[in-house]
């Protein structure tokens, strides 16, 4: 093997690792970029630039499953908490769209930490407005709002998992087994 090639997969391997490591702290910031994507396109990447042969179709299956695994828990987890809530579908369509908006917004004109805070705020603000507008009771407006960020904080906590699992079995695969 020439120092190039070397060179080469050492810095494709660099790239991944990078990428994966950003994916699994971006899950714990509420934007609408899901970090297991971003760890399973490294790890994607990773197989199309230097082979299946160095990854491997069983360890990109199971990286996969943990993706889909994640993003599916996130939104079931999401979901349940907003109805054990109370929260109604308005209350969550509204609270999605203006936490994404406000999201953008604040990344355009401050940092991207804004852009977070400021999802989180129209986020959580959008569900209290609609459902204090929709019983005029603030109780039942807070305990819905509670538990539709008590539903996003599990789906939070299952997509850094199911990316920490991603992130095992790459760097299992990539460092155990070669």
């Known amino acids: ?36 994507l971003l760890m399973w396109g490294a790890a994607l990447f990773y197989g199309l630039a230097l082979g299946w042969d160095k990854l491997g179709w069983w360890a990109f299956s199971l990286i996969t499953f943990f993706m889909l695994l994640g993003l599916v828990a996130d939104a079931v987890a999401g979901h349940c908490g907003a109805k054990m809530g109370g929260a109604s579908w308005l209350a969550v ?23 977070c805070l400021a999802g989180l705020v129209g986020a959580v603000g959008g569900v209290l ?8 009771d603030w109780d039942a407006a807070m305990k819905a709002t509670k538990g539709y960020l008590a ?15 991603m992130f095992g079995v790459f760097l299992a695969r990539v460092y155990l087994w070669p």
């Open 1 to 36: 093997m020439s120092g190039s090639e070397i060179f080469s997969q050492s810095f494709i391997l660099f790239i991944t690792l990078f990428l994966m490591l950003v994916g699994l702290l971006v899950n714990f910031l509420p934007v609408f970029v899901p970090g297991t």
């Open 93 to 115: 369509l509204t609270g999605a769209v203006l936490g994404l908006v406000l999201g953008l917004v604040g990344s355009i004109i401050g940092t991207p930490l804004v852009g």
């Open 129 to 136: 407005w609609i459902e204090w507008r929709r019983n005029k």
């Open 151 to 165: 539903g996003s904080a599990a789906g939070l906590l299952a997509k850094f998992t199911s990316g920490i699992f």
